[in-house]
Nanobody
Framework: QVHVSESGGGSAQTGDSMTLSCEASGGSYNRYAMGWFRQAPGKEREFVAGISQSGRGRKYSVPAKGRFAISRDGRKNKIDLEMRALIADDTATYYC?????????????????????WGQGTRVTVAT
């Protein structure tokens, strides 16, 4: 069983920056692929960013590309999502996700199905 815990989130103004952090604990001693999804009120859940098991692979959604940066802490299952130039459309609950068995060490899935474990979510609200 892998426990996923998120931190960060809260309220921000348009143009602000914010960092979300996530740590996966438990399970095996392997390093996992990890990432973020988000769900805005009244909208479907969507992929935001992900980083591969190796750390070499990174993927971003179109809205996140150029503004968000995902990184991981060395060999640990700990990641950060640095979000810059926040806009109102970034308002959502952000969920950290873990893929315990990615297809390759460089794989980052953008669909929800491959992600095995999900955090409780952390709310981000961006005011105009």
């Amino acid at each position: 069983q892998v426990h996923v815990s998120e931190s960060g989130g809260g309220s921000a103004q348009t143009g602000d920056s914010m960092t979300l952090s996530c740590e996966a604990s438990g399970g095996s001693y392997n390093r996992y692929a990890m990432g973020w999804f988000r769900q805005a009120p009244g909208k479907e859940r969507e992929f935001v960013a992900g980083i591969s098991q190796s750390g070499r692979g990174r993927k971003y959604s179109v809205p996140a590309k150029g503004r968000f940066a995902i990184s991981r802490d060395g060999r640990k299952n700990k990641i950060d999502l640095e979000m810059r130039a926040l806009i109102a459309d970034d308002t959502a609950t952000y969920y950290c996700v873990v893929d315990r068995n990615p297809r390759t060490v460089d794989t980052v899935a953008i669909d929800a199905a491959p992600w095995d474990d999900w955090g409780q979510g952390t709310r981000v609200t961006v005011a105009t």
